[in-house]
Structure formats: C-alpha cells, structure tokens
C-alpha cells in the first residue's frame, strides 16, 4: 500500500503563486506515472499535471506555461509549482500515482487550493 500526502495549499491572491508536495510513503517513481488533479465544487475531477517514470511531462491547456510538475526522487516527493494563479484554479487538488503495467492507482487526500482577492 502507497500513501500520498499533499500539503501546500491556501489561499493566494490573483496572480500569485503556490507549491503543492506531494510526499510518497515509498519509492515508487520508477513505476509510477505521477499526477495532479483538481476538482471543483460542480465539475469533474481534471488531470493538471502528470510526469512519467522517465521523466517526461504533461500539463493541461489551461495551465501551460504558468505551472510546472518536478520530483524529488531522493524524498519521494512530487511538486506543482503554481504561478500567475487565476481565480479559476480554484479547487482541490488530488495527487495520484498511476502503476505503469498494471491497474492499480492511488491517491492523497487533497489540499484546498483558493484563489481569491
């Protein structure tokens, strides 16, 4: 069994910044596609980030260019480097690990993520 645990979210003003962490229970990276994701109150939970075993990254259109997904493989941990926030990125936000080869998923409680003035 893997536990997530995410920790760094608040409340910033527009256009201001944010990291979130994500801290494994265990090394996992070389077997697990990791990635943010964010729900807000009404919608579908939506993938924001991901960052494969090798490396690799993948963000959503909405926040190309102003957010950026990177690992720590020496603390298992994962980051999400917030910036330019918008009131629309307001939500909670999931981290996730995906097994490359087989079906298994696992998921963090999520942190609240406020963007407001």
């Known amino acids: 069994q893997v536990q997530l645990v995410e920790s760094g979210g608040g409340l910033v003003q527009p256009g201001g910044s944010l990291r979130l962490s994500c801290a494994a229970s265990?090394?996992?990276?070389?077997?697990?596609?990791m990635g943010w994701y964010r729900q807000a109150p009404g919608k579908q939970r939506e993938l924001v980030a991901a960052?494969?075993?090798?490396?690799?990254?993948n963000y959503a259109n909405s926040v190309k260019g102003r957010f950026t997904i990177s690992r720590d493989n020496a603390k298992n941990t994962v980051y999400l480097q917030m910036n330019s926030l918008k009131p629309e990125d307001t939500a909670v936000y999931y981290c996730?690990?995906?097994?490359?080869?087989?079906?298994?998923?696992?998921w963090g409680q999520g942190t609240q993520v406020t963007v407001s003035s």
């Open positions: 996730n690990a995906g097994h490359i080869f087989r079906d298994v998923t696992y």
């Open positions: 265990t090394n996992i990276f070389s077997m697990y596609t």
């Open positions: 960052i494969t075993s090798r490396g690799t990254t």
